[in-house]
């Protein structure tokens, strides 16, 4: 699929709305008491485990995946996601003072927060970025594998959940399973840079193109296999 060529602004503009997408999804999430998934949800279950704060958690646990996301995916990738992780830590904390829920449904608060966070992800993937962890994690093995993401992290955010019955009440976990359904389900139907490739010219139309203009559009060995081997985000 032909990249898409995103300007500094578009990114800025995206990133900032989809980390608006997730932080408004962790605020029903948190009026609820639902567990998270991802490298969030292994560090708030270490909590109850560890004498470590969540922050500290967090911190070490997203160490290896940005490291990945530096060597294997690329450095502006790993730069988005810093910000997208920052833009999210900052409207999760400022949004309180903006919006107040007085009753809000548990059910409702699971399927409507999954879905915002999981659009807000899918714009992140879509200008080169992710919400660290797992999520970087899922955008590397579809990329170079093609494990869909969405099914990868439902798996991952799955076994977090059940390993939560052991400190949370069993029915807020299964709504929390609900969540992270919901969640990936906008990702895995969503994330697919295989339905997005351009159609193919026919073969009467391929024979109408001169030999000269074919030699100019054939890719070199090297041009053939980087595009082949190379990872970018972008081709999301």
């Known amino acids: 699929m032909q990249k898409p060529n995103h300007s500094v ?3 800025v503009f995206a990133l900032v709305s ?3 997408f997730v932080a408004f999804g ?3 999430f948190q009026s609820q008491d639902l567990m998270v998934g991802g490298a969030a949800g292994l560090a708030l279950l270490g909590t109850y485990a560890v004498d470590i704060d969540f922050g500290v958690l967090f911190f070490l646990i997203n160490i290896p995946f940005y490291a990945l996301a530096w060597t294997q995916i690329s450095k502006r990738f790993t730069i988005n996601t810093f910000i997208s992780v920052t833009t999210v830590s900052v409207l999760t904390e400022q949004i309180p003072a903006f919006v107040d829920i007085s009753h809000v449904n548990p059910f409702f608060a699971a399927v409507f927060g999954g879905i915002l966070i999981g659009v807000g992800m899918l714009m992140m993937f879509r200008h080169s970025s992710s919400l660290g962890g797992i999520g970087i994690m899922a ?3 579809q990329q170079r594998f093609n494990i869909q ?3 990868f992290q439902l798996s991952v ?3 977090i959940l059940l390993c939560a019955l052991q400190f949370i009440e069993w029915h807020l976990v299964l709504i929390s399973i609900l969540a992270a359904l919901c ?6 139907l969503n994330h697919r840079p295989e339905r997005y490739a351009p159609v193919s010219k026919s073969k009467n ?8 203009d074919a030699n100019n559009t054939t890719l070199t060995g090297e041009q053939s296999e980087h595009l082949d081997n190379g990872l970018h985000p972008q081709n999301s």
Do not use: T, W
């Open 205 to 212: 139309n391929s024979k109408s193109v001169s030999s000269a």
């Open 18 to 20: 989809a980390g608006l």
């Open 183 to 188: 969640l990936n389900m906008v990702i895995s």
């Open 139 to 141: 955008f590397f093995l």
């Open 157 to 159: 955010d799955s076994v």
């Open 149 to 151: 993401a969405g099914f």
């Open 26 to 28: 962790v605020f029903l």
């Open 9 to 11: 602004i578009e990114d």
